[in-house]
């Protein structure tokens, strides 16, 4: 089964930076779409960026021209640099797998496997 790992999270000031990964610790189902959701505490799980095993991007509203979604096929790993980040950028930030790999996916329930999540904190 494929498995996800976060890592980048941390704190940091409105207006940083920040790369976030996730790696699968399985080689199988390496060829799959990648999407990045975030969730802040009492809210809904919100969509940020989607990649397909192609390359096509697609981003929320809210961090279009500041988010970039990237992946290394090789690597089974998929990034998200954060830049400009905003407070309101504040949440528990998840990558997923989607094993329609042609897929641009905003739902969650187009999502097969999740990793554990990573904090990121922005402070005014």
């Known amino acids: 089964q494929v498995q996800l790992v976060e890592s980048g999270g941390g704190l940091v000031q409105a207006g940083g930076s920040l790369r976030l990964s996730c790696a699968a610790s399985?080689?199988?189902?390496?060829?799959?779409?990648m999407g990045w959701f975030r969730q802040a505490p009492g809210k809904e799980s919100e969509f940020v960026a989607t990649i397909n095993w192609s390359g096509s991007t697609y981003y929320a509203d809210s961090v279009k021209g500041r988010f970039t979604i990237s992946r290394d096929n090789a690597k089974n790993t998929v990034y998200l640099q954060m830049l400009s980040l905003k407070p309101e950028d504040t949440a528990v930030y998840y990558c997923a797998a989607d094993l329609n790999w042609m897929a641009i996916a905003t739902m969650k329930v187009a999502y097969e496997y999740w990793g554990q999540g990573t904090q990121v904190t922005v402070s005014s």
């Open positions: 399985e080689r199988t189902y390496s060829r799959y779409a």
